[in-house]
């Protein structure tokens, strides 16, 4: 009998058996010889026929077996390395589930990490713009809105004849500082105590003597006043120091048929207008302090001097020039503003002042021609420093009593007069 069919350990020798089966075929033949030989000599040949084929069976069934042995040998080492192929092929998977699964860690992780980062960073700008603003709003409520001067604001509580204000929305602000002692000068500037809080920007009026500064502020505070202002922005005068004075100019103006006397050399008190825009979703509300100073202080006083120091301080200026006056002064003086500015504000080389400059054109109704019209090209004053190069439409306000060519301006604002060189 042959054992182990599963072919471990068995080895078949095929020689071995094809040489017990040629030593069996001899055999077999040598009886069928000698039964075909003579009587005398008779040999037996019963059982080797069934023995034979019994034999062949062994031998058929032996070489099954050595076939079966190699073909599973063979499948054995093939799902060997079917084994190996799948356990690398697992442990791949495995690395990149691996790196999968760190990789979508890490995409996650970096998510949270740039939601907590957007997160803060709003609310941390949002912190220091309020902060920011909660600073602006204490440093507004101790300047003075005229000299610039802080902590010497001092609450009126009184009215001129001494009586008590019970209402502190009717108190008012006065600021004491000193500007000069030779001669003493004070600011002396009023205003109500309400609007201390609110944010503040300031616009002079610069440019040479006589050039319809003071002319064109009261026409334009009175119309404003009068409601004349853009639809969408709305201006309230608050009663100051310098809208009494501005009253004054225009009853001498509209009444009384003078022009305003000449501005003095002094830090002039501002006109203030409590403006209210209708901008969504952030509607904007503060105070415009506009301030008209005498030509003198554009033309001669250097950026040292506290005037000129205090008009150069500021968000933005009207800018006037006479087409009567010498074009060459008015470009140096207009020049030597802008280096200024630059001074006082501390910029560097290189560095750019984004802040609006109207540039104003007066008296442009006696550029007028043989013919009787207006000979008006488009200025070319601030056309360096404007890149829009849009000059308004000209507009008249009411003229003084003695015909002067004060009435007609055109205005330009040049968006970026601090940006050039």
Known sequence: MVENHSGEGFKYDDSLVDQFVNKADEDLAKLSNAGSGSPANPVSTQGVIPFTAEWRKVQDTSRQIAVNDLVSQKLIAELKEDRKELEEVHAQLQQRSSEVVWAQRVKNLSGGVIGIVLVTTTLGGGWLMDRRRHRQKIADEKTCPRCLSQGSMAVIRETPDGQPITDPNLFEIRCENVISNNPFTECGFVFPKRFLDKRRLSFPTLGVAAAGKTHWLAMTYSRLNAGEGPENVHFDRIATTGSRGMDRVIDELLNERMNPEASLVEMPAPVVFDVRDNDRPFPESLLINVFDFAGSV????????????????????????????????????????????????????????????????????????????????????????????????????????????????????????????
């Open 298 to 421: 554009t033309v001669n006083l250097g950026p040292d001097h506290p005037i000129r120091r205090r008009q150069l301080l500021s968000e933005g200026y009207f800018y006037f020039l006479d087409p009567t006056y010498s074009a060459d002064r008015q470009m140096q003086a207009l020049l030597s503003f802008r280096d200024q500015v630059k001074l006082a504000k501390g910029l560097k080389p290189g560095e750019k002042l984004y802040t609006p400059v109207a540039i104003c054109i007066t008296k442009i109704d006696l550029l007028v021609a043989s013919n009787g019209s207006i000979r008006m090209a488009k200025p070319t004053a601030c056309r360096p420093w404007s890149k829009s190069r849009r000059w308004s439409p000209n507009f008249a306000i009411p003229s003084g009593p003695t015909g002067t060519s004060k009435n007609r301006f055109a205005v330009c604002l040049a968006t970026d007069f601090f940006s050039s060189p």
